[in-house]
């Protein structure tokens, strides 16, 4: 009797546990967006109740609104997010906004809501690499990743393969850094990863590991680049 009485106390510390890990925010409407008065109520969000917007007011500031600029580390408040109901739009300029790791645990975009038919818009940033390396699913909405001229990686994402539906679903990825200037600055894929391409640098960016190759690789190329 002791022992059930037990188990279910301990039961009860897990569902508390497990309830206390996840937590729903609202998102913002539009033409809202992400800046120092509200970005505090984002700590902790596992899951966002409608859309994100990052924008270069974001990082610079309102003096209309009399709003500060945020340093992009500051959007380390998202880290836990794994769930975006709505959309996600990422339209800002800082020397230290070079990657979307911020969002590394998002696992889902459901575009129950879209801007303009898109569900992911990522435009005139400057990203160097995304780094959304939990993403899996894109349920609704377009994705336009267009005119991010330091973003190297994403030419290596099939993004049809994160469509729900993807018939309805189209992704529109141009007019950010060539190709051709990426592999020549070395801007490419760990050769442990997969076809399926990577999200930025190294083995820990692949969408998909190969496993055919071991963690040398990496070390012999991270070395060589060293001394060159």
Excluded at 145 to 163: A, G, M, P, Q
Excluded at 169 to 176: E, L, Y
Excluded at 196 to 217: A, E
Aim: aromatic share 10%; net charge positive.
């Amino acid at each position: 009797m002791k022992s059930d009485f037990l188990i279910f106390l301990g039961c009860l510390c897990c569902v508390s546990h497990a309830a206390r890990r996840r937590r729903v925010c609202p998102g913002l409407r539009d033409p809202d967006y992400v800046n120092y008065s509200n970005i505090r109520r984002f700590r902790g969000c596992t899951k966002i109740n409608g859309n994100i917007i990052i924008t270069d007011a974001t990082f610079h500031g309102d003096p209309y609104l009399n709003l500060m600029g945020l340093h992009p580390d500051a959007l380390r408040v998202f880290e836990n997010v794994q769930d975006i109901t709505g959309f996600l739009v990422v339209q800002g300029k800082h020397t230290d906004f070079t990657n979307l790791s911020y969002f590394k645990s998002l696992i889902r975009i459901r575009g129950k809501k879209t801007l303009m038919n898109n569900s992911l818009t990522i435009a005139f940033t400057s990203l160097k690499y995304l780094g959304m390396t939990s993403l899996k699913t894109i349920q609704r909405g377009n994705v336009a990743i267009v005119s991010n001229k330091d973003l190297c990686y994403v030419d290596s994402i099939d993004f049809r393969k994160y469509f729900r539906r993807s018939r309805r679903q189209k992704a529109i990825v141009k007019r950010n850094k060539s190709v051709l200037n990426c592999v020549s600055e070395k801007a490419v894929c760990s050769l442990r990863c997969s076809t399926d391409g990577c999200w930025g640098p190294g083995y820990k960016n692949c969408v998909k590991k190969d496993t055919r190759f071991s963690n040398l690789i990496d070390d012999m190329l991270q070395t060589q680049s060293l001394y060159t």
